[in-house]
Structures are given as C-alpha cells and as structure tokens.
C-alpha cells in the first residue's frame, strides 16, 4: 500500500487537483470532481482542441457511465446506433443486441463531437481549461506536488494537492514522476484516412479481408469517411500519402471508392505499454498515460472514461477529508488489471489483423465460426469490447459474490438516476421500511435509501439479497442476504456503513461519521 501522504494545509496551495490534459479523459475526470464539489484546474498543451478524432466509437459501458451523471442524451442524439461490432476485424461481427444494458450497440461518435460535449459539461460545472499551457517540470513531496508550466505569457509553477496525468501517451507526468511504462515496442503499423468517397461502399462499416491486407471503411458526420487498415507492403514510419491510401485500398478492396479531399491521413503503430504504476504518491494516471495499444475494437477511448470514473468520486472524497488517503490505492489494484487485459485482448486480435499466413487465415476461420455458433464464446467477446463485463474483485474472500460487480436492473432505468448526483446509494428488497435509526446513519453518510425490486428483477445472482450499497460508479460496494426484518439485519447494514470509511455529506458531517 503506498505510504500516506500528509495532509496539506488548504491555504498553501494554488489548487487541490490538477488535471494534465484536456482529452476525453481529463475532461470527464474534471466533471466527476466537479460533480462532488471539487474543481480542478485543467492543463492541456494543445492551443486548441484538434480537429482530428482517434477514437470513434463509445461502448455501451461508456454510455452507462455517462447516464450515471445523467450525460448521455446528448452522446446518443448525435452518434449513430451499430447493433454490432468486430473483434480482430473477423469476418463475423459480435452482436451486441442482447447484452444486459439499455444500451445495447456501439455508438459511432468522431472523439472530437464527445470531447467537445465533455468540455461543456466541465465548463457547467465552473471547470477552467488553460490551453497551450504545457507541464515541463514536476515534484512532490508528502504533503503537495509542484508544476512546472510554460504558458502564453511564460513559465509560471502551480502548486496542487494531487495532480493526475492524463496526457496521453507521451505523458510528461508520468516520467516526471519515474514512473515506468513497461511493454512491448511497434512491429507493426496501421494506416488511416479521413476521406471524401465519390463512390462509397453501399454497406455501413464496409471491410475487405483478404491475403494483401485489411482495409475497413466507416462512415464519418458531414459525408466523409474514414478509411483504415493494415497493409503489409507499406510498414514505415513515414508520412500517410493520399496516393498510398488509394493503392492500398485497390490492392485491397480492388476499388478506391473514388477517394479525394483528405482532412487528415496518419499511420498508427501497435506498441503496448501498461504503467508499472497508476499512482505514485500524489500522482496519479489515467487514459493513455497509463495504458497504450493498437487501436483494435474501438476500446481505448472508453477504458480512459472508465478510469476516469473509477478515480473521480474517490479523489474528491479525499481532497474533501471525506475519506482516508488510502481509499486512492483502490484505484490502481481495481484499474491496473483492467489495463492488463486491455493489453491482452488488443494484443491478439492485433495478431489477427496483421497476421497473413494460412495460419492465421485458418485461426480466423475458426473463430468466426465460434462467433456465430457458440453463444458463449460470443458473449465473451462481446463483454470484452462493451467494457460489460469489467468487475473489480473485493480483497476480502468472505465478501458477497456480487461485490465489485456492475449493479444492472433491467427494470426501467435502472439504478442509473439514483445516482445522478455522484453519491453511493442503499437498495433495500424488503417490504417493511428500513429501521428509523439505519435510515439516519445512511443519512448522515450522505446515502440516501431506496427500495428496489433487483432481487426480482436482476437474474439469479440478485435473487436472494435483502439489501446492497451501490457506489458512485454503478459497482456494488457490499450486499447481504440477511432476512431484511430483523434486527441482525439492521445491524449488518449498520456495520457496512461504519465500514465503508467514506462518507458523501459535507465536511462537517463527515467528521462525525468517519471518526
């Protein structure tokens, strides 16, 4: 466990927490914190937002998140709906129709239109976003971290009480703050253009797979298109042209579709790297400064938002002295593994991307045909790209079995509204209102109560419990199956609450309840 940092004294610093980039990540980190009644100052390099968009599709975990805060309408009216989506580019696409989720598809969104909405919500919230102002320097000690800045009218140094980089890959605070980026480097290089098409592809989400490459073709807002892939004859560094891009869609797709007029055409490598660390005293990593791959399925992006709210509702409840420091080392052991297994599945469906042999052509078969004849086998894709099935493990082996899982009510909207306002929620299953006293402690704690029909409504594995604390993120925090009008009831539901060691009321009440 990393050792505590002192507690600052408020009045010494500049900020209690800045954010080092203004990407997806950074952003929606900045509204979480907000949402809690921390604001942070947000850093970003950049002059401007770029034009061009990484990332172009939100997961239906994602969305989920977004609807946590009541922030998904938006992403939703404006992205388009795709019941499927691949794994490896197969040649069988994974269906996402009947996943446990009021969002059942991939929503195809440019990252620019989701990091433009993001901003305004930070901007909602009183979030300030200084652009071209770029970290240089950066030291800690137990008690704050100090930034040094290069902005518009010079270099200036920012003291804070965290800072969390979330600078991309080349991240300037994670090797300011030593903290090693293990993995493996390129082997391999993907090309992307963005495209004018005089003769599109009549199917949405067009894809040619063949012995000279990989070519996909996706359809972008204002009638452009992204044309993207892996082609073996041109595996360098150098420069995208628009002449490559055509050659390699005729050798490919046998047409260029009639392409001209390119925004932005870019190669990408498939070098994977996990932080050895997400937090380092007070520093802490979030999105691709913790975690980089080759951009397979659509996932990076929306691992970062996840991070991000993973983070967020823990960070503040720390600044605000709602909670011990220590409840920051729950981020790294819960986010650190899912990083890991980022890594892994992007690793092999790279493998089959850029794999041409009759080998990999064979194993491709094959597991095409697994896509569409063993539903379970599906499912476990499907898990992996929708970010549905991540669940974080409790360190205690005599927790319920539901601890660390995505609490899903298929009933109307679910747990979703509860928790609109970022605060932990209790569901109780019973009949019988909850005891007097326990509705007044989970008062003080700042979480509210609310009957619920999951045990009825949420599958086998709700059926018999009586009542669960559901955290800020959508996770189950603990559950029982204690008969729900007892008094051993009462008192199991009072000991979690005393256990929790975090609160969501002011300050003030905090104390009382967390002493």
Do not use: C
């Not at 992403?75 to 996402?96: K, S």
């Not at 239109?113 to 919500?121: F, H, P, S």
């Not at 047409?255 to 932005?264: A, E, I, L, Y």
């Not at 932080?275 to 996932?299: E, F, N, Q």
Request: no cysteine.
């Amino acid at each position: 466990m990393t050792a505590k940092p002192e507690a600052p004294s408020e009045g010494s610093l500049d900020q209690q927490v800045v954010i080092v980039g203004a990407g997806p990540v950074g952003l929606w980190l900045a509204h979480e914190l907000a949402v809690a009644g921390v604001t942070p100052l947000v850093l970003e390099r950049a002059g401007r937002r770029s034009p061009h968009s990484k990332a172009l599709g939100i997961q239906p975990r994602t969305i989920e998140v977004l609807a946590l805060r009541d922030r998904h309408q938006d992403v939703i009216a404006g992205g388009r709906p795709l019941p499927n989506w691949h794994f490896g580019m197969l040649e069988a696409r994974v269906d996402f129709r009947d996943l446990p989720t009021p969002f059942p598809y991939l929503l195809a969104q440019p990252q620019s239109v989701t990091e433009q909405l993001l901003e305004g919500y930070a901007a909602e919230r009183g979030v300030q976003v200084r652009r071209g102002h770029e970290v240089v320097s950066l030291t800690q000690d137990g008690s704050s971290v100090t930034l040094g800045v290069r902005g518009p009218d010079g270099e200036y140094t920012v003291d804070a009480g965290y800072v969390v980089g979330a600078d991309g890959a080349r991240s300037v605070v994670r090797q300011e703050a030593g903290i090693g980026f293990p993995g493996s480097d390129t082997s391999a290089y993907g090309f992307l253009g963005e495209v004018i098409l005089d003769r599109p592809p009549l199917t949405p989400g067009f894809s040619a797979l063949n012995e000279a490459g990989r070519l996909l073709v996706v359809p972008l807002p204002g009638g452009r298109f992204r044309v993207t892939g892996y082609d073996p004859r041109n595996q360098t560094r150098e420069p995208m042209t628009l002449d490559e891009l055509r050659e390699a869609s005729v050798r490919i797709a046998g047409t260029d579709f009639g392409m001209r007029d390119p925004s932005w055409l870019s190669r990408f490598g498939n070098a994977t790297r996990l932080a050895a660390t997400y937090r380092a005293g007070r520093v802490l990593l979030a999105g691709d400064a913790a975690h980089i791959h080759w951009p397979a399925g659509g996932v990076g992006l929306n691992v970062g938002l996840q991070d991000a709210m993973n983070l967020g509702w823990k960070l503040a409840a720390v600044v605000q002295g709602r909670a011990d420091d220590e409840l920051l080392d729950t981020y790294h052991a819960e986010r650190h593994p899912v990083g890991g297994e980022l890594a892994e599945h992007t690793r092999a469906q790279t493998a089959l991307i850029v794999g041409l042999t009759p080998e990999i052509t064979a194993l491709r078969a094959l597991l095409s045909e697994a896509v569409v004849r063993a539903g379970a086998f599906s499912d476990l894709l499907a898990g992996k790209l929708s970010g549905l099935d991540i669940a974080y493990p409790p360190a205690d082996a005599r927790a319920h079995p539901l601890t660390g899982v995505r609490a899903y009510d298929p009933e109307g909207e679910g747990v979703l509204p509860l928790l609109h306002d970022g605060r932990a929620v209790l569901l109780t299953m019973g009949q019988e209102p909850v005891d007097a006293a326990l509705a007044e402690r989970a008062a003080k704690a700042g979480i509210s109560v609310h009957p619920s029909r999951i045990a009825e409504t949420g599958g086998p594995a709700w059926s018999d419990v009586t009542a669960a604390l559901i955290r800020p993120d959508g996770h189950v925090w603990w559950a029982t199956e204690e008969h729900s009008s007892g008094a051993a009831f009462t008192a199991e539901v009072g000991k979690a609450l005393e256990e929790l060691r975090v609160v969501f009321s002011p300050p003030a009440v905090a104390d009382s309840v967390v002493s």
